[in-house]
């Protein structure tokens, strides 16, 4: 997993309430496990007519914010199904934090695991990230993981919280399995130590619960 620490891109802003994943990525894209190539897919049938070609009234389509790496949204953003498709298409895309009043909680769970930062901002906060995003000569932002700071060009800060533990995951670059597998080696000291006996304990506490031991 790619790491994150600060992050200094143009916003690109789309403050729809509800975006939901199938909206992110749609269903007819899913036939793959692969990572790569979900980008050009992304909000498809808003981001494209139905020829085939650009929507020019879509953010994404339009300079500067084609070539956007944050995403200011709307309330909810990522409801729906969980597909982990969704984020892919986002970071494929390009886009590396996105910051939102409220997110889907499955979704907001699947960025971390993705490298991707999600950033939970109040109202107020938000109303003047969309004005920013908006103008293209104030689009520009950095996101700063370590001092949770969002500055705009004006020189507006706010800050935000996140999870210590999904700040570090981030900040190195590691998922929840990357992050066991930091301790292997006392993983493997409890296990030789343990061998199997903890698996039949286990078993033997499941047999009395049900009364069948």
Known sequence: MQSFSCLTGVAAALPLVNIDTDKILAGQFLKTTSRAGLGVHLFHAMRYAADGSDRSD?????????????????????????????????????????????????????????????VLLGAEAMQILIAAAETAGSAAMTVDLPAQTVTLASGAVFHFDVDPDRKRGLLEGRDEIGQSLMAIDAIRVWEAATGDRWGRDIVASDLVDQDLR
Do not use: M, Q, T
Request: with cysteine; aromatic share 14%; net charge positive.
């Open 58 to 118: 879509f953010v994404l389509n339009r300079d500067p914010w084609r070539g956007a790496s944050i995403l200011i949204a709307g309330p909810n953003f990522g409801c729906g199904s969980s597909r982990e498709h969704a984020p892919w298409a986002l970071l494929d895309f390009g886009i590396r934090c996105i910051i939102a009043p409220s997110f889907a909680d499955i979704f907001y769970n699947n960025c971390f695991k993705n490298g991707i930062l999600p």
